[in-house]
């Protein structure tokens, strides 16, 4: 297509309205239309990133890298199914999933403790199998909840969904925060929706998030650096 196509499809995608409808679960592609056709529900949107994974393929063997990716992310995976949610998206180093229905909050901050966990026990898996090693993965889980507008983007052939919403965003952002002390954010209106045992943990019932203002946003958002065994 020359620039003349090209711009005149976009002038027909921004002039055509929305044909919006109500999700009753995370879609698939194939059930959106490539035009301007969208579904929308109500959704906890989480992210698992893998922390400094540019250190890792420059630092290591390609086949070593590799073996940390496929292992972080199967894992992170499981978890996530394990606990309701649907993986929407894979992005390099990252996993993108969406949890709905009346308990998604509590869901999705379990999700991301089990992620924790099970990291931990990666770490030293690793460190048996390669004892010379000097790696040890760190990650970063973000979670927020929000509406969310889901649209098909792309063309013939070459398309993928496209999640529009504020949780989509802030949820990616928050990864960006995670460090080895404190590898879990979620937001303030996730963490009002907890149940009690998401928020106390542990023989005495400690609260398990400690909270605090996000410097960029000016929002509350809470913190964890507890693990959960799945």
């Not at 194939?30 to 906890?44: S, Y």
């Not at 993928?160 to 590898?183: I, R, T």
Request: charged share 20%; glycine share 8%; proline share 3%.
């Amino acid at each position: 297509m020359n620039l003349k196509e090209l711009i005149a499809e976009a002038d027909a995608t921004l002039r055509t309205k929305w044909e919006t409808r109500a999700g009753r679960k995370v879609p698939e592609p194939e059930d959106i239309e490539l035009g301007n056709d969208a579904v929308t529900l109500e959704g906890t949107v989480l992210y698992a990133d893998m922390a400094d994974s540019t250190g890792l393929v420059d630092g290591f063997q390609p086949w070593f890298a590799a073996k940390i990716y496929k292992t972080y992310l199967a894992g992170a995976s499981r978890i996530i199914r394990d606990n309701g949610g649907e993986i929407t998206a894979f992005d390099g180093d990252r996993v993108m999933a969406v949890f709905i229905g009346d308990y998604k909050n509590t869901s999705a901050a379990k999700t991301a403790l089990h992620i924790n966990a099970f990291v931990i026990e990666l770490n030293k898996t690793v460190k048996a199998a390669y004892p010379n090693t000097s790696y040890a993965l760190r990650q970063s889980v973000g979670v927020d909840t929000s509406s969310l507008f889901i649209a098909r983007t792309g063309i013939r052939t070459y398309n993928d969904l496209v999640w529009v919403g504020p949780a989509a965003n802030y949820a990616a952002k928050l990864c960006s925060l995670g460090d080895s002390n404190y590898p879990t954010h979620i937001t303030q209106a996730v963490f009002s929706k907890l149940n009690k045992d998401a928020k106390h943990g542990g023989q005495a019932g400690a609260l398990m998030w400690e909270k605090l203002v996000w410097e960029a946003t000016g929002k509350v958002i809470y913190r964890s650096n507890w693990s959960w065994k799945p």
